[in-house]
């Protein structure tokens, strides 16, 4: 297991699916992800979906846990095909800037002005974890 807990955002309404196969392939290279869990969409399609893993359906509650553990992270993934995010998304963004928990993205970000706030884009969980390795054993 590396010593990378990353934490994995993007629109679960538009995007689960991608989101789920980030979480896999981090877990396939032996990073922690904290948040969120992988599990399937009790409600898929609805405005805040729920995953099975859950144990409220308080939204509130829940971006708060995904919220803290974003603060725990030393990376936030943001997966966003097509370069969509939402205003959960970048209220997250915002949130590991304060924070100082670096940002990835797996797409450059639609928004012109959230785009200058992430460290770096189009890269895989695969890419992310090379790099995160590099930066830390000093090599570039």
């Not at 997250?92 to 993205?105: D, F, L, Q, T």
Request: hydrophobic share 45%.
């Amino acid at each position: 297991m590396l010593d990378i807990p990353v934490v994995v955002s993007g629109s679960f309404r538009k995007h689960l699916a991608e989101i789920q196969e980030a979480i896999r392939q981090f877990r396939a290279l032996g990073v922690t992800v904290l948040s969120p869990q992988l599990s399937p969409a009790v409600n898929p399609g609805d405005d805040f979906v729920l995953l099975e893993s859950d144990d409220t359906d308080d939204p509130s509650v829940l971006e708060q846990r995904h919220l803290d553990a974003i603060a725990e992270a030393h990376l936030l993934y943001i997966c966003n095909p097509g370069g969509y995010i939402g205003p959960t998304v970048a209220m997250e963004i915002g949130w590991a800037r304060a924070h100082e928990v670096p940002i990835v993205a797996s797409h450059t970000l639609a928004d012109v002005t959230l785009m200058h706030f992430v460290d770096q884009t189009l890269l895989s969980p695969k890419e992310v974890v090379a790099a995160f390795l590099r930066y830390r054993s000093g090599t570039s």
